[in-house]
């Protein structure tokens, strides 16, 4: 009974216009002040090619992130939980390296898994939640 009273969450397609559209997928969905960004490869958003150097390739995907973190009013200071995958667990230090670069402290939760395989050539593929300070 408690809960009778609550409204639904409104969900806000964010959907820059960098982000291709007509795809089965949101590229971020907007609840309330909470921000789920889809799985984001390393491909540049103009040309749809993922770069050779694997540095490279992780630094595009978390621009690609921080692309949808500003259309949704929030930056890698607000992501609360980050989910990586690599195709080659052995990137890992490297995919790091640059990670760090872009997530201030206190950094976000995080989990790692290697795959199998990701669309096309990717070898990183990160999905983000970020949450609006009150």
Sequence with gaps: MLCAGLAPAQKK????PEF???RPFSPALLVDATLYVSGQVGNDLKTGKIPE????EVRQCLENIGILLKAGGM????????QV????????????AVYTTFFP??????????VAKLVGTARIEITVT?????
């Excluded at 150097?53 to 490279?56: D, M, N």
């Excluded at 930056?75 to 980050?82: G, K, N, R």
């Design 130 to 134: 970020a949450r609006r300070p009150r």
């Design 85 to 96: 995958y690599l195709t080659d667990i052995g990137l890992f230090q490297r995919m790091n």
């Design 20 to 22: 291709p559209s007509g």
């Design 105 to 114: 402290e206190p950094r976000p939760t995080r989990t790692t898994v290697g």
């Design 53 to 56: 150097e694997f540095e490279a």
């Design 75 to 82: 930056s890698f200071a607000d992501a609360v939980s980050v």
């Design 13 to 16: 397609v964010i959907q820059p």
